[in-house]
């Protein structure tokens, strides 16, 4: 059995996964993307129709967690039984990191978009962006930032304009009405077949509004319907729904608040200041009152806007602090182990 790939290509398939398997395997291999994930079952698609799978034994021995093969991922199946037999690399990762959380938790791959939503109602507020940017930048996927709501906007084009100046580093800005715009058309740059996307942003903002909208159907519930139409049937478990022109949407319920930022993530937004950084005289320079601070030379001299590097050096320290808060409680579960191990071998010992 040779397999047609280009029937994957629609949910995301591309050479960088072709080139995880050897040539001489390629008439016997059977690839699928995980749809979704429940209790012990793989809902997977290989082109035409989601079934469920199981994982093989090996995988569940190998990796205990049960993260290890997550929505969006892409799977090889063993050809005579819907088993999952190994899982290819990832491209990219959108992982959970709660306060005080001990481990990330996986919560979809491969995604190629991060539609980050935030409304021009309210009061705008550009580090939240920054922030989801952050997160984007740490999952290694590419923001773009949609600022809905523009139907109740004074002059939406100028906070756009804003927006645009002030988050330089690889993010686009688009306003829009996400109730009448035909997001699809206006969006379809960048979502090319193929193309996966999740939606994230605070809540309120009308990230079901975008969803349903590009869906062309009411996939989720909007703050209307969630009011005056109880019973309206609407996804809510971890999904990926293939949308209408071809792309795909990866609907995880906690991706659309994805948590702690990390160092790295802060690093590779503000790439620019990192960059800078580098000059410093200091390799530990917090860029505050060091002697020979390239950044803050930067800043002086009018070449980074001060805002930024303020909210820079927050996003940093909440990176490194999370850093540390993470170490710290990786070490009192290795030592809470250790006690209990001791404790356990001091008994046997009594006992004998
Ligand atoms: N006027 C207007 N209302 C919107 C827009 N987008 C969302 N809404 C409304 O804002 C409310 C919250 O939207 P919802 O999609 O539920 O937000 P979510 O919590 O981010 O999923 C709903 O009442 C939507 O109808 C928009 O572009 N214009
Ligand atoms: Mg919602
Ligand atoms: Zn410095």
């Not at 949910?11 to 995880?20: A, D, E, K, R, V």
């Not at 580090?127 to 930048?137: C, D, G, Q, S, T």
């Not at 590419?142 to 809905?148: G, I, K, N, S």
């Amino acid at each position: 059995m040779s397999i047609d790939l280009s029937r994957l290509q629609p949910l995301g398939w591309s050479n960088f996964f072709t080139t995880q398997i050897p040539l001489e395997q390629f008439d016997s291999i059977r690839p699928a993307r995980v749809l979704r994930v429940e209790r012990g079952c793989w809902f997977v698609d290989s082109g035409s129709e989601p079934f469920p799978a199981t994982l093989a034994g090996r995988l569940h021995h190998l990796h205990a967690d049960t993260h290890y093969v997550t929505v969006g991922d892409w799977v090889l199946l063993a050809t005579d039984a819907p088993v999952i037999v190994e899982r290819l690399d990832r491209r990219s990762l959108i992982e959970r990191r709660q306060a005080g959380g001990i481990d990330a938790q996986p919560l979809a791959a491969n995604i190629d978009l991060m539609l980050i939503v935030s409304g021009l109602d309210g009061e705008f507020n550009l580090h939240r962006i920054e922030r989801y940017l952050v997160l984007a930048a740490q999952a290694e996927v590419l923001p773009l930032v949609l600022l809905t709501k523009a139907d109740l906007a004074d002059n939406p084009e100028r906070t756009v304009e804003q927006a645009r100046r002030r988050l330089p580093a690889g993010a686009d800005v688009l306003a829009a009405d996400a109730l009448r715009d035909p997001l699809a058309e206006r969006l379809s740059p960048w979502l090319e077949r193929g193309t996966s996307l999740v939606v994230v942003g605070s809540s309120g903002v009308g990230k079901s509004t975008v969803t349903n909208n590009l869906a062309g159907q009411p996939l989720q519930e909007t703050g209307t319907t969630r009011r005056d139409a109880k019973g309206r049937h609407t996804t809510t478990a971890r999904s990926l729904v293939r949308l209408p022109g071809g792309a795909c949407i990866i609907d995880v319920p906690g991706i659309r608040e994805v948590g702690l930022v990390a160092e790295e993530g802060v690093d590779r937004q503000f790439s620019s200041i990192a960059e800078l950084a580098r000059g410093c005289r200091f390799v530990d320079c917090t860029h505050q009152s060091e002697p020979g601070c390239a950044v803050r030379a930067a800043v002086e001299r009018g070449e980074v806007d001060p805002d930024a590097w303020a909210h820079y050096l927050k996003l940093l320290a909440e990176g490194r602090h999370n850093l540390a808060e993470h170490e710290r409680r990786r070490r009192d579960r290795v030592f809470g182990k250790m006690v209990k191990a001791t404790v356990a071998a001091k008994k046997r010992d009594h006992g004998r």
